[in-house]
């Protein structure tokens, strides 16, 4: 029963074809899986074409870079990714990154910014599939869940006031900073164009109609759920309809100021070559691995998510390497960093979406829209796209994390509240370090106040445990304590300060145990520690005991010749043990 | 039987009393701690008159400046500090900080210099006194022994380098980067000035003999200890002399261009006022934490470790009070910030060293040398004092402990090594900071691959151990495991892992025990993690059940909802108990 040699995150070897997961689905492809990956494919493709160009707005692009980034980034996921229903393409967190990553360089024109914005998606791309090939991905588990709940929801409201501008019609200073872009607002609320506010205001309330009412209206009408699913996602495309022709019709956009989309070039996605000089690419380095990082860590708990209610599953190397790829995908087709998203992927998933010919059927729509139906967008109100995007990252500030952290475990809401507010005041890039930072620091704080507890043996049992929670029985003179956390350096001192306060406090005790059940690890610092009060105990005729080290504690105690120090009858595998011998030995033979 | 609610670090209630050490052996002072007290003020004085003028010129000041910093803030010490035996001053890395902090500032003129060496010591002042006030002393235990060891070799290379100008007679280039100044010292080799290197070999060699050789020889000729240590310890005293003889004689100052230190002002130490300038302060406010911290850590561990051997307490926080007020003294009388150094220390321990008076002796000798002989110091060659400097930090580069330190745990070798490398390439600042970093980087890096055990029954005893590790015995259709960490986010993905990878190797279970004996915390996202492997095993009908759980972390999973939704009755109090009534048990009863 050999099973401890397992070790899930060792290289089991890979194969090649792990590398190319459609050869499962493609060569075995069921006919019973076309109508739901038809199916998923055109609701996907219905969100995606206004959403795309929503996010390129958000990403301070043009709309038809978005559109770009959701052809061939979806084809070569679908193809290479090991999730089944994961939607890629662009999404909100990591268009303001975009944003805020190019931004801060000041592109001239609108040509050096989608140069940069094709150069960090290779940057992206090439990170993601070096830490797919050397197998890394799990480095992203040090973000924990409140932190990037933080994040999440600090990025939510900052994509969300980054749209202020082309909800109320008037120009707003860029700005990574919540009071900053708040005040601005503010002070030029007297500057709204009401046309604009009006376009706004009626497209959020058909998109918030349709996300949630609309539902269950069809629902009473008694609706099939496919259908219905169908009609609750078209809201985006609703309003982009309505926004033109009111716009057209109206001639809003000379008569009302309301700024437009404009010209959208039409035909194939052009070929595109990134920049290759070394300052650009020093430039975006922080952004681009923060992108990588980040849109790994939001596709794959989408993915993993999913997988799982289908008892799928996903490789997290090959997800980076799938992932990695799409991002080339995007460099040469003319978009920018793409990444699995939330909603769209949880559509896809609802809609029936059965394997990767899901995505590439939403691929092929896309590519019908930018070959024909682009001259339609012409007269898009900038503000319905503003709207989309509005009601898209609203539902993604989680105030109910943030509650739910609170009553399990301060430090967990505090980690979270931290990021939180260094994304909004400090901006998105350092928030996510600043939260990381925060939620290790609290971690190392903690354990270095160890809880202790005096055990006492329970009933009959040789079980010994926590005094004040159990009805136990102790010896007079023995004192037994279990110092609830590995010894290291932050805690070394406490434990000395609380091991000789215990005994200070206990003067009639012949015998000290150390219980080390929950000491997974002894540093050096403390073992210092440990020499110490080992001699200050026996300058006052206190036995000094420990009793169950595990193994590879004991390994290293032995191998620095601790053991041999203390005696290495001063060990006990047990605290009964330990207790049922030291109960006859008086302070004499405490040596 | 309530020790539990001790907390030695609560707050006890401080008493004024306790802010005035002094208090405790002026009033009660015993005749017979007199002869000790004179010995060791002399010996003490004897090193410090050369000693401080050699470290104010490796700290880049004027000579005086060591020995104004060596008055005034030993009496406050002397009456302030909780340690008997402390002999506090100018120390080397202290020095080596101040260079590095002010050099970066480029003072134009040694005015200047020494207005900001006591406006850093009013800062170093102000900061220490604050952690005392505050009671935060405790947070400099989040620098590890190994960083410090590698801190503090780090620092005495750098201070030995520093000074290769004054021993070979030529200019080097400030640098904080060793490579940078062992090249330049090797291509200005040429330079070298012989007359000053032999005056410098000549020095070290005789306070190498009486370091390391007098002693055995006085031994062997049977001189008694206290005469024995005061001649050891007159070698710096005595190349001062020579030195100042030799080059008055025979005028090597001009006949062979050997720098001297000149002019000496006499008379008491000047009143001064430091620099009160925002700016000035600001650029400083890096360096004063770092000397802040250093020099509490350097003071703290020896006057522990000296306390310790004669039974004594040292306060933390009574002793942060007291050197912050020693440079309070520092700053205004001429001087620069002062520490409680390792050697002089020690020395004033050997030689019995009883009470503060020591200190107080020492500095009415230094006192009188300022006053009286200072005119004899006009013709000292620097590289007497540069010698000085190099024997007293060479004993400071500790390759045992590094190699100590690799033998126990590799982590803890790596912390120093880093620390070393980072301070001999980046600079004494950003090198203890990087190595902090790295020390808790380390411990984070461990606990997200916790060490997991397949535990049995040990014998008919009612104790479960790892069944690779001693005679077990099992039962086939349980499973439990005991993780060696506390369950938080980066190892809470690799818990799920190592818990599915285990159960897919042991298909013939149909229970699985998770054993919490080693687990202090769960954070919220490791809770997570727990409700996905308690449904996938749910789903492949497999209980799962919790041993061992601690009363803290049982609050927390009740408090939440979790305990009711595994239910309560799969809790177990010992992993026996767990056994006893799972064997029992098929898979059909298990829910």
Request: glycine share 8%.
């Amino acid at each position: 029963m050999a099973t401890q040699t397992y070790n899930p995150v060792q290289d089991r070897g890979v194969s090649w074809r792990d590398y190319l997961p459609f050869l499962d689905w493609l060569v075995n492809y069921k006919r019973e899986h076309l109508s739901g990956d038809v199916i998923a494919g055109v609701i996907v493709a219905v969100m995606l074409v206004p959403q795309g160009m929503a996010y390129a707005l958000l990403a301070g692009l043009p709309p038809q870079v978005g559109l770009y980034a959701s052809i061939l980034p979806l084809i070569i996921y679908g193809l290479l990714g090991t999730s089944r229903t994961l939607a890629v393409g662009p999404v909100a967190v990591v268009s303001l990154l975009v944003a805020s990553g190019i931004g801060a360089l000041n592109p001239a024109t609108t040509e050096e910014y989608i140069a940069l914005a094709l150069t960090l998606a290779l940057m992206v791309g090439i990170i993601q599939v070096a830490m797919g090939f050397l197998r890394v991905g799990f480095l992203v588990n040090f973000l924990s869940h409140p932190v990037l709940s933080g994040f999440t929801s600090g990025a939510a409201v900052m994509i969300a006031l980054s749209q202020l501008k082309n909800v109320f019609g008037f120009d707003v200073p860029r700005s990574e900073q919540f009071h900053a872009l708040i005040l601005s607002t503010i002070s030029r609320i007297d500057q709204t164009n009401i046309a604009i506010f009006a376009i706004s205001m009626a497209s959020i309330g058909v998109l918030l109609y349709f996300k949630f009412a609309l539902g269950k209206h069809l629902k009473a009408l008694g609706v099939s759920n496919v259908v219905a699913l169908t009609l609750t996602k078209i809201g985006p495309l609703l309003i982009v309809v309505g926004g033109v022709l009111i716009v057209s019709v109206f001639g809003l956009h000379q008569s009302a100021d309301v700024a437009i989309v404009g010209a959208v070039p039409g035909g194939l996605p052009p070929l595109t070559i990134p920049l290759f000089d070394v300052a650009t690419w020093q430039a975006l380095l922080p952004i681009a691995l923060t992108i990588s990082i980040v849109s790994y860590m939001e596709s794959i708990s989408v993915g993993k998510a999913l997988a799982a209610k289908r008892r799928q599953k996903i490789d997290a190397n090959q997800e980076l390497i799938a992932l990695g790829a799409a991002n080339f995908g995007a460099t040469f087709t003319g978009g920018y960093p793409v990444t699995g998203g939330f909603s769209r992927s949880m559509v896809n998933f609802t809609a029936g979406a059965n394997t990767g010919l899901a995505s590439l059927i939403t691929a092929g729509l896309v590519l019908l829209t930018v070959l024909f139906l682009t001259p339609l967008f012409y007269y898009l109100p900038n503000a319905v796209l503003a709207a989309i995007v509005v009601v898209a990252v609203a539902s993604l500030v989680d105030v109910g994390a943030f509650l739910h952290a609170w009553h399990y475990d301060k430090s967990d809401a505090i980690s979270l509240l931290v990021t939180f507010l260094a994304v909004i005041q400090l901006g998105v890039e350092v928030g996510i370090l600043v939260g990381a930072a925060a939620s290790m620091g609290l971690y190392l704080w903690r354990t270095s106040r160890p809880h202790v507890a005096v055990v006492g043996r329970i009933g009959e049992t040789e079980e010994y445990r926590n005094i004040l929670r159990h009805e136990t029985q102790t010896f007079p003179n023995i004192l037994a304590l279990r110092v609830d956390e590995s010894l290291y350096f932050p805690n070394a001192q406490y434990l000395e300060d609380v091991v000789l306060g215990h005994v200070a406090d206990n003067p009639q005790i012949d015998h000290f145990v150390l219980v080390c059940s929950a000491v997974n690890y002894i540093d050096i610092s403390a073992l210092e520690v440990l020499r110490d009060v080992h001699e200050r105990l026996r300058d006052n005729d206190i036995g000094f005991y420990m009793a169950e080290v595990k193994g590879p504690v004991m390994d290293r105690l032995e191998a620095i010749g601790f053991a041999d120090r203390m005696g290495r009858q001063n060990f006990f595998l047990t605290t009964h043990e330990a207790c049922k011998t030291l109960r006859q030995l008086g302070k004499a033979q405490a040596f």
